[in-house]
């Protein structure tokens, strides 16, 4: 069965310090992993995703999530956070020939000034 | 723009009052979806569509109704609402040409039922 772990409830950084929000995944055979982001009184918007091919994947706002198989993990990262970043984060997967698309419980990423 | 539309965008109601909330797309997208999001458990899907008068159900399907006339359309049933079913509501669309499609998301409904 697909899952996908978001261990982490919530993650505090300071502006302009790097960022790393935490994403492990199962599925049978190769996984197609998406980011999402959600701010307040919004639907989640696109991030990234990974396909195949390149194990680190770049996407909007400068974030970018890299790809292990061999750890099935798949972690958001930015550089250099900014307050504006401040959001619920969603990691999801979808198996090879399912169309079932599983979120994780996301993580709400809290960046101060 | 391109966008999924949802209203109403919040509902309170009582227990057992039939409720509809609708979803239109612009887009032209064949897969549309509905989830509930609760707090500590992230999105759940509840119905979705492949193409008109095709849907199927997903994890938690129970006490909702579906239905997909035209493409653009999907809009979510509660035939007899329960208080378990207070929940922020989501509808997704996306291009069904693979599996490497993000989905395109309106900006939720947040139901109360009493």
């Known amino acids: 069965a697909q899952s996908v772990a978001q261990p982490e409830d919530q993650v505090n950084v300071a502006e302009g310090n790097p960022l790393t929000v935490k994403c492990t995944y199962s599925?049978?055979?190769?996984?197609?992993l998406f980011w999402y982001v959600q701010y307040p009184n919004r639907g989640l918007q696109f991030l990234l995703k990974?396909?195949?091919?390149?194990?680190l994947v770049k996407g909007s706002y400068g974030f970018e999530a890299e790809f292990n198989k061999s750890q099935t993990s798949f972690h958001l990262k930015k550089p250099s956070a900014l307050v504006s970043d401040s959001a619920l984060y969603f990691c999801?997967?979808?198996?090879?020939?399912?169309?079932?698309?599983?979120f994780g419980t996301g993580t709400r990423l809290q960046v101060f000034p | 723009e391109a966008q999924v539309t949802q209203n109403p965008r919040y509902l309170i109601t009582v227990t057992g009052k039939k409720l509809t909330v609708t979803c239109s797309q612009n887009?032209?997208?064949?897969?549309m979806s509905w989830y509930r999001q609760d707090p500590g458990l992230g999105l759940r899907q509840i119905y979705y569509?492949?193409?008109?008068?095709?849907?199927d159900k997903g994890d938690v399907p129970e006490g909702y109704k579906v239905s997909r006339k035209e493409k653009r359309n999907f809009p979510l049933i509660l035939e007899s609402p329960s208080p378990n079913q207070t929940s922020l509501y989501f509808c997704?669309?996306?291009?069904?040409?693979?599996?490497?499609?993000?989905?395109?998301f309106g900006d939720g409904t947040r139901l109360s039922i009493l």
């Open positions: 997704a669309s996306s291009l069904w040409t693979g599996v490497d499609q993000p989905q395109h």
């Open positions: 599925v049978s055979g190769n996984p197609y």
């Open positions: 990974y396909i195949t091919g390149d194990n």
């Open positions: 999801a997967v979808r198996g090879y020939n399912t169309d079932k698309l599983i």
């Open positions: 887009m032209n997208h064949e897969y």
């Open positions: 569509s492949m193409n008109v008068e095709v849907t």
